[in-house]
């Protein structure tokens, strides 16, 4: 029986088209909750541009004029105080720690995943269990030990802490990651007597580096965000940019373009590390996902 070519045509079976409304419903709800964490994002910045008269109004301005006092505030125009040693000793600390933390998880992975480990299972559980303790139940015995020692105000201290504070996490992303390296190419390497330095730089580092990056930059945000051991156990010297944010709410008042421009430009670091290991983020956090 021919059919009209007025009829309707039919666009797929029942189960097809509640797959599409589905698929179309989760697609919004994910573009609606990507706003909703963008929102306050966007609203600093463009507070950070706004002067102080203008971002104190209730209900804040939305048009208002743009200005950069809120930055040149920041950066020491009024008061003289610099934010640079800060920013420095924040990166400092987050990329040592980050670059201590692949040094150390990479080789501790490799013998969870690949090396015959009896009870690794029981090892990740260890890992995990030294973050199930809060973190300020270990900051009176750390402070006693850092005064002892004399490493108070010292960024090397941070650095420490850092590093053992993400090594077990690097630890679980790493073996889950290196579980995905294909054995063959590791038994092909090991026939050609590569030893583990050989195998680790060679063979296991170019096919993890998703896994790699996306380590990395999990373990360098944390470090560039810590604040509480920082906030107790650094002064003058050794302060991170996330005290020195803290130290802009004063006895004056809290001035909000100051604030907010000072939040941007600490984010900045994190953002550029994000979009420049984007693409290796996104595989790596994936990695394994879809068997």
């Given at each position: 029986m021919?059919r ?8 797929g079976?029942?189960?097809a088209?509640r797959?599409r409304?589905?698929g179309?419903?989760l ?7 990507g706003?909703?964490?963008?929102l306050?994002v966007a609203?600093?910045?463009l507070?950070?541009?706004?002067s ?5 109004t209730?209900?804040?301005s939305v ?11 920041f ?8 934010p640079?040693?800060p920013l420095?000793?924040?990166?400092t600390?987050?990329?040592v720690?980050t ?7 990479i080789?501790?992975a490799?013998?969870?995943a690949i090396?015959p480990?009896r ?8 890992f ?14 750390v402070?006693?030990v ?5 490493m108070l105000?010292s ?6 802490l850092?590093t053992s504070m993400?090594?077990p996490i690097a630890?679980w992303?790493?073996?889950s ?11 092909a390497?090991s026939?050609?007597g590569?030893g583990l330095?050989t195998t680790?730089t060679?063979?296991?580092a170019p096919?993890?580096?998703?896994g790699i990056?996306?380590t990395?930059l ?5 470090s560039w965000n810590?604040l509480?051991?920082?906030?107790v156990?650094t ?14 709410v ?5 001035f909000?373009?100051?604030v ?13 590390a994000g ?11 994936s990695?394994?996902?879809v068997k």
């Open positions: 021919n009209s070519p007025l009829a309707p045509r039919r666009t079976s029942p189960e088209r797959r409304r589905t179309t419903l697609g919004l709800t994910a573009w609606l909750c706003i909703g964490f963008f306050p609203w600093m910045v507070t950070s541009f706004h102080e008269t203008d971002a104190a209730n209900p804040p048009g208002a004029g743009l200005s950069l006092h809120g930055y040149r505030e950066f020491g125009a009024g008061s003289g105080i610099s640079w040693p420095i000793n924040s990166l600390a987050s990329v720690a670059v201590l933390v692949l040094l150390l998880a080789p501790a490799y013998a969870l090396k480990v009870k690794w299972s029981d090892v990740l559980f260890f995990l269990s030294t973050k199930m303790l809060p973190l300020v139940a270990g900051l009176l015995p402070y006693l850092a005064q002892n020692t004399g105000d960024i090397w201290l941070l650095v420490l850092y993400n090594l630890v992303m790493m073996r990651f290196l579980a995905e390296v294909p054995v063959e190419m590791l038994e390497a026939i050609d590569a330095t680790l060679r063979i296991v096919v993890a580096m998703p990056a996306a990395a999990i373990s360098f945000i944390f810590e509480l051991f920082a906030r156990l002064g003058i010297v050794a302060g991170t940019s996330p005290v020195f944010l803290t130290g802009l004063t006895s004056q008042g809290l909000l373009a100051k907010c421009a000072a939040a941007t430009v600490i984010s900045l670091p994190v953002i550029v979009f420049a290991a984007q693409d290796k983020l996104v595989q790596g956090l990695l394994g996902a």
